[in-house]
């Protein structure tokens, strides 16, 4: 295990410690700690912009709940995800009837209206599902959705890429991919 993959597991729990392990907006105001944890995830994304850095320093810190290792960004899941969100610039409406084709991955979708939405808050929006979600019986509430939260949190994901963009109709779409991907029935994600 690397020294730096190290330090941010090591970090990313402290952070737990520190911070309520809620994964809620009041966390963007716990800037002294979380700009330190934001500066340690520039090293699992080098050159990465502003947008990746969000996108992943986000999922990491909701997989350091669950004490799950950090995602590292992947340049081709990043290429990937931007080809599928900038076929949907002209039509931000969100659907669930995208398949990823030719791989084997993950995904998670956000679309907003209105408003100029963060990756930031995509990922806390997903994470936010951890509410309706039973460990026990690896089950949603009926009626609530709770695969984006999983997704975030699945054992065996290691790589993350995302994009964002802003539509023709004025909304924000942004999608991540995973990989390995998660989700598999009857499996538990931690």
Same mark, same amino acid.
């Given at each position: 295990?690397?020294?730096?993959?190290?330090?941010?597991?090591?970090?990313? %729990?402290?952070?737990?410690?520190?911070? *309520?392990?809620?994964?809620?907006?009041?966390?963007?105001?716990?800037?002294? =700690?979380?700009?330190?944890?934001?500066?340690?995830?520039?090293?699992?994304?080098?050159?990465? &912009?502003?947008?990746?850095?969000?996108? !992943?320093?986000?999922? $990491?810190?909701?997989?350091?709940?669950?004490?799950? @290792?950090? !995602?590292?960004? /992947?340049?081709? +899941?990043?290429?990937?995800?931007?080809?599928?969100?900038?076929?949907?610039?002209?039509?931000?409406? +969100?659907?669930?009837?995208? *398949?990823?084709?030719?791989?084997?991955?993950?995904?998670?979708?956000?679309?907003?209206? %209105?408003?100029?939405?963060? @990756?930031? &808050?995509?990922?806390?929006?997903?994470?936010?599902?951890?509410?309706?979600?039973?460990?026990?019986? $690896?089950?949603? &509430? @009926? %009626?609530?959705?709770?695969?984006?939260?999983?997704?975030?949190?699945?054992? $065996? =994901?290691?790589?993350?890429?995302?994009?964002?963009?802003?539509? $023709?109709?004025?909304?924000?779409?942004?999608?991540?991919?995973? /990989?390995? @991907?998660?989700?598999?029935?009857?499996?538990?994600?931690?």
């Amino acid at each position: 295990m690397s020294s730096s993959y190290l330090r941010v597991i090591l970090l990313l %729990g402290a952070l737990n410690v520190v911070v *309520s392990l809620s994964i809620t907006k009041s966390l963007i105001t716990k800037s002294a =700690t979380l700009g330190q944890v934001f500066r340690i995830c520039k090293n699992l994304c080098p050159g990465c &912009d502003h947008d990746s850095l969000q996108f !992943l320093f986000r999922h $990491n810190l909701v997989r350091a709940a669950r004490f799950e @290792p950090p !995602l590292i960004w /992947d340049r081709r +899941l990043q290429n990937y995800a931007q080809g599928w969100a900038n076929q949907r610039r002209g039509d931000c409406a +969100l659907r669930h009837s995208f *398949s990823n084709g030719e791989f084997n991955l993950g995904e998670n979708i956000y679309w907003g209206y %209105g408003a100029n939405w963060s @990756p930031a &808050d995509a990922v806390v929006a997903w994470a936010s599902e951890k509410r309706f979600y039973h460990y026990g019986s $690896n089950t949603c &509430d @009926p %009626g609530q959705m709770c695969g984006h939260y999983t997704q975030i949190v699945w054992k $065996n =994901t290691r790589r993350v890429g995302c994009a964002r963009v802003v539509c $023709n109709n004025g909304g924000i779409f942004m999608t991540c991919n995973y /990989d390995p @991907p998660g989700n598999y029935i009857g499996q538990k994600p931690y």
